[in-house]
């Protein structure tokens, strides 16, 4: 497949590109996430229930991402977009994708590096609030503070735009995610529906996998730097 600047792509990463940068993937065999169940801490009754456990466990989440820094699959996404019509979505929170330099990306799940207040909605960056014990509250309305973060129960953000373009798209390219988590799992279905190919880079094969027309096992970064630039060359 060749692509110049008028193909329209569009990509989907998880997970799985992220953990080659040191991040913790979602949920490891024993459905935790960094030994906290995910209930505890991913939920909005968790939020109520415990936000101080929610915002220590957030807190580290966000100090993790900081450390952890783009790796090859992420630059190789990135001369994908240079040369080419890209849209990128990602499941992931940590913002490695514009670290990288990747300028259309739709964080559906969310991001670590903000929050907002549940009362009035404003925004706030988190290196603003303070790293202490006591919970944050909004500096205008005084209403409690809560990560920028898509919890189990909650609509995952940009879901128009992303339909919108994955019905016009020629190439749909899905990288480190499992195809069983929903509803990003059914992107490729509407892909496929409207005539995209669709091409998926991961160490295991996606539970989606009838809706697959080229399988590239393998990690992110030793793959798509060179498929890249046998599609864009």
């Given at each position: 497949?060749?692509?110049?600047?008028?193909?329209?792509?569009?990509?989907?990463?998880?997970?799985?590109?992220?953990?080659?940068?040191?991040?913790?993937?979602?949920?490891?065999?024993?459905?935790?996430?960094?030994?906290?169940?995910?209930?505890?801490?991913?939920?909005?009754?968790?939020?109520?229930?415990?936000?101080?456990?929610?915002?220590?466990?957030?807190?580290?989440?966000?100090?993790?991402?900081?450390?952890?820094?783009?790796?090859?699959?992420?630059?190789?996404?990135?001369?994908?977009?240079?040369?080419?019509?890209?849209?990128?979505?990602?499941?992931?929170?940590?913002?490695?994708?514009?670290?990288?330099?990747?300028?259309?990306?739709?964080?559906?799940?969310?991001?670590?590096?903000?929050?907002?207040?549940?009362?009035?909605?404003?925004?706030?960056?988190?290196?603003?609030?303070?790293?202490?014990?006591?919970?944050?509250?909004?500096?205008?309305?005084?209403?409690?503070?809560?990560?920028?973060?898509?919890?189990?129960?909650?609509i995952p953000y940009f879901l128009n735009e992303i339909q919108n373009v994955l019905k016009k798209c020629k190439l749909f390219l899905i990288?480190?995610?499992?195809?069983?988590?929903?509803?990003?799992?059914?992107?490729?279905?509407?892909?496929?529906?409207?005539?995209?190919?669709?091409?998926?880079?991961?160490?295991?094969?996606?539970?989606?996998?009838?809706?697959?027309?080229?399988?590239?096992?393998?990690?992110?970064?030793?793959?798509?730097?060179?498929?890249?630039?046998?599609?864009?060359?």
């Amino acid at each position: 497949m060749k692509i110049d600047h008028s193909t329209r792509v569009v990509v989907l990463t998880g997970a799985g590109i992220s953990a080659e940068s040191g991040i913790q993937t979602f949920r490891d065999s024993n459905g935790l996430w960094e030994q906290h169940r995910i209930e505890d801490v991913a939920t909005p009754e968790a939020f109520v229930r415990d936000p101080a456990l929610v915002w220590k466990f957030y807190r580290a989440r966000y100090l993790q991402s900081l450390q952890a820094q783009p790796n090859a699959g992420h630059k190789a996404l990135v001369s994908l977009e240079q040369n080419s019509h890209l849209t990128l979505v990602t499941q992931n929170v940590d913002g490695l994708h514009k670290r990288a330099g990747s300028k259309k990306v739709f964080e559906m799940h969310g991001r670590l590096s903000s929050c907002f207040c549940t009362m009035c909605q404003t925004k706030f960056d988190m290196q603003d609030i303070q790293f202490e014990d006591e919970l944050p509250y909004c500096r205008k309305c005084e209403g409690l503070i809560r990560p920028d973060i898509v919890w189990f129960g909650e609509i995952p953000y940009f879901l128009n735009e992303i339909q919108n373009v994955l019905k016009k798209c020629k190439l749909f390219l899905i990288v480190g995610t499992s195809g069983t988590v929903y509803p990003a799992a059914g992107f490729v279905m509407t892909a496929k529906y409207f005539g995209a190919r669709t091409v998926y880079v991961n160490l295991d094969e996606p539970g989606n996998m009838s809706f697959i027309d080229e399988f590239h096992h393998g990690k992110a970064g030793d793959i798509l730097p060179d498929l890249i630039k046998k599609w864009t060359s």
